[in-house]
Nanobody
Framework: QVQLLESGGGLVQAGGSLRLACAAS????????MGWYRQAPGKQRELVAS???????NYADSVKGRFTISRDNAENTVYLQMNSLKPEDTAVYYC?????????WGQGTQVTVSS
């Protein structure tokens, strides 16, 4: 049973920083793509950033230059460093992992940015 455990969310003032982490457990298989999505109240879940097993990255335009995704393959962990946070970044952030074409989601962690 694959599980994704997120951590690092919280409340921060605009302009501040947070670092999210997501650790995958329960699988001996290599994880293909890992990523972060977010969902604000009343909005659809959207991609924030993703990273392939080889390190290639993809970012939403709204976070380019402010967020950085990275991963530790040995620890099956993906990180999201979020700088220069804005109130519009407020959302529940979800971790996603793809293992042998199956998609797994974490439970989500709340990020709230106050103005």
């Amino acid at each position: 049973q694959v599980q994704l455990l997120e951590s690092g969310g919280g409340l921060v003032q605009a302009g501040g920083s947070l670092r999210l982490a997501c650790a995958a457990s329960g699988s001996r298989l290599s994880i293909n793509t890992m990523g972060w999505y977010r969902q604000a109240p009343g909005k659809q879940r959207e991609l924030v950033a993703s990273i392939g097993s080889g390190g290639s990255t993809n970012y939403a335009d709204s976070v380019k230059g402010r967020f950085t995704i990275s991963r530790d393959n040995a620890e099956n962990t993906v990180y999201l460093q979020m700088n220069s946070l804005k109130p519009e970044d407020t959302a529940v952030y979800y971790c996603k992992a793809i293992i042998l074409y199956r998609v797994y989601w974490g439970q989500g962690t709340q990020v709230t940015v106050s103005s």
